[in-house]
T-cell receptor, first 113, second 118 residues
Framework: GNSVTQMEGPVTLSEEAFLTINCTYT??????LFWYVQYPGEGLQLLLK?????DKGSNKGFEATYRKETTSFHLEKGSVQVSDSAVYFC????????????FGQGTRLTINP | ETGVTQTPRHLVMGMTNKKSLKCEQH?????MYWYKQSAKKPLELMFV???????ENNSVPSRFSPECPNSSHLFLHLHTLQPEDSALYLC?????????????????FGEGSRLTVL
């Protein structure tokens, strides 16, 4: 079945550091790929998405490129801020049968000033 | 109100209580979902409703009973829960594609209901 694997956390960085959170997937067909973010005490919010191979999603300085050849969708940001501290979830859309998202296990990111 | 709203935000209940979680979406979507988020575990899909019909039930114990009276409202009725059911319960909605497709599968989430079972 479809699945998503994220790099394990927690990840702790200093402000202005470069961030990469790895995400790889297994899927049949051509799913859309997503990164969701969950700030403390809140639900999940869509951060960015890509709907086909080689698409790059971007938002708030974060980027991820849909790589079909490596089945990856790694999240990157050039200079993180304390306000980026949150849990990040990689997900793919499973359009077989009931439409739903399949999530990775989440990566907790903490940015120190 | 906009987006997806969930009530209550926090709920503490005993194992013999009966309570319900409520979700309302103001986005005009036609599909709604319940997810369970436990500490140190991936998000678990519990139920999917599409056009008010349950289209997926991921082997959830019968002590959880969903109800979708219309496309804007979703309930999760709780009865005789166990302490291991303590978790954050997240509701989401989406617009399922029509025959012409074109939807990316994006879900819009509420802020969740934090449930503690004593």
């Amino acid at each position: 079945g479809n699945s998503v694997t994220q790099m394990e956390g927690p990840v702790t960085l200093s402000e202005e550091a470069f961030l990469t959170i790895n995400c790889t997937y297994t899927a049949t067909g051509y799913p859309s790929l997503f990164w969701y973010v969950q700030y403390p005490g809140e639900g999940l919010q869509l951060l960015l998405k890509a709907t086909k191979a080689d698409d790059k999603g971007s938002n708030k300085g974060f980027e991820a490129t849909y790589r079909k050849e490596t089945t990856s969708f790694h999240l990157e940001k050039g200079s993180v801020q304390v306000s980026d501290s949150a849990v990040y979830f990689c997900a793919l859309s499973d359009l077989q049968g009931a439409q739903k998202l399949v999530f990775g296990q989440g990566t907790r990111l903490t940015i120190n000033p | 109100e906009t987006g997806v709203t969930q009530t209550p935000r926090h709920l503490v209940m005993g194992m013999t209580n009966k309570k319900s979680l409520k979700c309302e979406q103001h986005l005009g979507h036609n599909a709604m979902y319940w997810y369970k988020q436990s500490a140190k575990k991936p998000l678990e899909l519990m139920f999917v409703y599409s056009l008010e019909e349950r289209v997926e039930n991921n082997s959830v114990p019968s002590r959880f009973s969903p109800e979708c009276p219309n496309s804007s409202h979703l309930f999760l009725h709780l009865h005789t829960l166990q302490p291991e059911d303590s978790a954050l319960y997240l509701c989401a909605s989406s617009q399922r594609p029509g025959l012409a497709g074109g939807d990316t599968g994006e879900l819009f989430f509420g802020e969740g209901s934090r449930l503690t079972v004593l």
